[in-house]
């Protein structure tokens, strides 16, 4: 299930779970078959079509039939236990597939292959490939290594590389929405994440590249782009931390600035963005948003904890105070911008104040939607090293549903309040649900359903909301 189509029964979104990606005919065969399979964040689906992209090149065609591969690579997640441990599971029902077929090269990419390394390789034995977020380049070489009888590993971070001469293939592509990266890694150390570690130092994309491709996009017919990047607000071109210009001779771009560059390509480009940090996002950004219609109303600002005790301790680089003085901003520029979050409970030394303060601080923002988790140490994270992971399972547990279960109330309540209302719906393509029926969002990112009509994926309609679940709203084109 994806990040952005959320809410289904499910309440705590996990990372997205394993999905096997897959697009049409390559340039010139080599006749090599590729299985991509992805977890976790946006950004790992993103970059599994840079990983496509590199590899069609080559000649591989992709499939979502594992039986016919030749080459299986997990494109993983490592941010919490869990999401490591499914993917080791599936690890090991390939290395059973490899005892039948030999010739199968099992690689592991992204997060997980940046934290363990060669231990993959060597100590539990499960991979033939190990390549890190920024070596996709190299895989054509790392494959060849593989079939030469070696194990390969590349794992080096940089602090250049945005593949940002590479056009990614767009698998499982709707046609309608794509995501585009704009920047990667992350030089946050919120205490609690393991990002910096695997995903390396920040940097971010030349901002014409970024225009080029949602120009690109929107020729092929795709009516939204999602800029992408573990901390937006921080995109920079040609600007130190501090602001200052870096070469007087190009010109300086910040991230309203880009904002502003790809809502210019069309109007009827809509412009979607994750993920927002707090302490980061100026009213500049709002400013910009409020003016462009086709910049979705819709931002995703993790709060993480609504105590200031605990935030100092996630090494946030924000109070409670300051949290809420952000709130207040996008309210007072966008009435009705709709607002998501992440929530952590019992991380280190969290009290039951502490978790007080999360639920009132919920209640004062009453979020569309939360991401709701457990904390999960990670090793080599600053928490795990200088703080014990001393809140009891149950207690993580207990706080965890009562944080979710707020959420599930204030989701009804923003769904009730839009029940009357119209919105202007992008068209996403048919529901789960029914053929008779599309599915779109409005811009507030709510997933709306309506009857089929003569309309088509691609268009927008208004749509009039006429009843919802704390799930979904249903609704009834409104003619003119
Ligand atoms: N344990 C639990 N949740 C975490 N996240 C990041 N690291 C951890 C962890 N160690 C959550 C944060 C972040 C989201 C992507 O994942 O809420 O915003
Ligand atoms: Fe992790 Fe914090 Fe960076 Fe997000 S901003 S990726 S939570 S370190």
């Given at each position: 299930?994806?990040?952005?189509?959320?809410?289904?029964?499910k309440?705590?979104?996990?990372?997205?779970?394993?999905?096997?990606?897959?697009?049409?005919g390559?340039?010139?065969?080599?006749?090599?078959?590729?299985?991509?399979e992805?977890?976790?964040?946006q950004?790992?689906?993103?970059?599994s079509?840079?990983v496509?992209?590199v590899l069609?090149r080559e000649?591989?065609?992709?499939?979502?039939n594992?039986?016919e591969?030749?080459?299986?690579?997990?494109?993983?997640?490592?941010i919490?236990e869990?999401?490591?441990q499914?993917?080791?599971n599936?690890?090991t029902?390939f290395?059973?597939r490899?005892?039948?077929?030999?010739s199968?090269v099992?690689?592991?990419?992204?997060?997980?292959?940046?934290?363990?390394?060669?231990n993959?390789?060597?100590?539990?034995?499960?991979v033939?490939?190990?390549?890190?977020?920024?070596?996709?380049?190299?895989?054509?070489?790392?494959?060849?290594?593989?079939?030469?009888?070696?194990?390969?590993?590349?794992?080096?971070?940089?602090r250049e590389e945005?593949?940002?001469d590479?056009?990614?293939?767009?698998?499982?592509?709707?046609?309608?929405?794509?995501?585009?990266?704009?920047?990667?890694?992350?030089?946050n150390?919120?205490?609690?994440?393991?990002?910096?570690?695997?995903?390396?130092?920040?940097?971010?994309?030349d901002?014409?590249?970024?225009?080029?491709?949602?120009?690109?996009?929107?020729?092929k017919g795709?009516?939204?782009?999602?800029?992408?990047?573990?901390?937006?607000?921080?995109?920079?071109?040609?600007?130190?931390?501090?602001?200052?210009?870096e070469?007087?001779?190009k010109?300086?771009?910040?991230f309203?600035?880009?904002?502003?560059?790809?809502?210019?390509?069309?109007?009827?480009?809509?412009?979607?963005?994750?993920?927002?940090?707090?302490k980061?996002?100026?009213?500049?950004?709002?400013?910009?948003?409020?003016?462009?219609?086709?910049?979705?109303?819709y931002?995703h600002?993790?709060?993480?904890?609504?105590?200031?005790?605990?935030l100092e301790?996630?090494?946030?680089g924000?109070?409670?105070?300051?949290?809420i003085?952000r709130?207040?901003a996008?309210?007072k520029?966008?009435p009705?911008?709709?607002?998501?979050t992440d929530?952590?409970?019992?991380?280190c030394?969290?009290?039951?104040?502490?978790?007080q303060?999360?639920?009132?601080l919920?209640?004062?923002v009453q979020y569309?939607y939360?991401?709701?988790?457990k904390y999960?140490?990670?090793p080599?994270?600053?928490a795990?090293?200088?703080?014990e992971?001393d809140?009891p399972?149950e207690a993580k547990?207990?706080?965890?549903?009562e944080?979710?279960?707020?959420?599930?109330a204030?989701?009804?309540?923003?769904?009730?309040?839009?029940?009357?209302k119209?919105?202007?719906?992008?068209i996403?393509?048919?529901s789960k649900?029914?053929?008779?029926?599309?599915?779109?969002?409005?811009s507030?990112?709510a997933?709306?359903?309506?009857?089929?009509?003569?309309?088509?994926?691609?268009?927008?309609?208004?749509?009039r909301?006429?009843?919802c679940?704390a799930a979904t709203?249903?609704?009834?084109?409104?003619?003119?």
């Amino acid at each position: 299930m994806s990040n952005t189509a959320l809410f289904g029964d499910k309440t705590i979104i996990e990372e997205r779970q394993g999905e096997a990606m897959e697009m049409e005919g390559p340039v010139a065969s080599n006749g090599k078959k590729l299985f991509l399979e992805s977890y976790g964040c946006q950004m790992n689906f993103s970059d599994s079509e840079i990983v496509a992209s590199v590899l069609i090149r080559e000649g591989y065609t992709t499939t979502k039939n594992e039986d016919e591969a030749d080459v299986v690579l997990l494109n993983t997640c490592s941010i919490r236990e869990n999401a490591e441990q499914r993917v080791r599971n599936r690890l090991t029902e390939f290395k059973k597939r490899k005892e039948n077929k030999p010739s199968l090269v099992v690689g592991v990419l992204g997060c997980m292959a940046e934290r363990l390394k060669t231990n993959l390789l060597e100590e539990e034995k499960l991979v033939d490939l190990v390549a890190g977020p920024d070596a996709y380049r190299d895989l054509p070489n790392l494959i060849t290594e593989v079939e030469g009888g070696q194990k390969a590993v590349n794992v080096l971070l940089s602090r250049e590389e945005t593949y940002a001469d590479i056009s990614p293939v767009r698998l499982d592509q709707n046609g309608v929405t794509a995501f585009i990266s704009i920047m990667r890694g992350c030089d946050n150390m919120c205490s609690f994440c393991v990002v910096p570690f695997t995903r390396g130092r920040e940097r971010s994309r030349d901002p014409h590249t970024i225009v080029e491709e949602a120009q690109e996009l929107f020729d092929k017919g795709y009516r939204e782009v999602t800029l992408l990047g573990q901390n937006v607000d921080s995109y920079r071109w040609n600007l130190t931390k501090k602001g200052e210009i870096e070469n007087p001779e190009k010109p300086t771009v910040n991230f309203a600035q880009l904002l502003e560059m790809v809502a210019l390509v069309d109007p009827e480009l809509r412009i979607r963005f994750s993920t927002s940090h707090p302490k980061d996002m100026t009213d500049e950004v709002l400013m910009t948003m409020a003016k462009y219609k086709n910049i979705c109303e819709y931002i995703h600002l993790p709060v993480q904890s609504g105590s200031t005790r605990v935030l100092e301790k996630m090494n946030r680089g924000y109070s409670r105070e300051w949290y809420i003085d952000r709130i207040d901003a996008i309210r007072k520029y966008m009435p009705n911008c709709a607002i998501s979050t992440d929530i952590i409970t019992g991380f280190c030394t969290e009290t039951d104040e502490d978790h007080q303060d999360t639920l009132s601080l919920m209640d004062y923002v009453q979020y569309e939607y939360a991401y709701m988790f457990k904390y999960s140490e990670r090793p080599k994270t600053l928490a795990e090293r200088k703080y014990e992971d001393d809140v009891p399972e149950e207690a993580k547990q207990k706080r965890l549903l009562e944080v979710i279960d707020k959420q599930q109330a204030h989701s009804l309540m923003r769904n009730e309040q839009a029940v009357g209302k119209v919105y202007e719906v992008l068209i996403e393509g048919t529901s789960k649900r029914s053929d008779d029926q599309l599915f779109g969002r409005n811009s507030q990112n709510a997933v709306i359903i309506f009857p089929k009509g003569d309309l088509q994926k691609g268009q927008y309609v208004n749509v009039r909301v006429v009843s919802c679940t704390a799930a979904t709203l249903l609704g009834e084109v409104v003619v003119d």
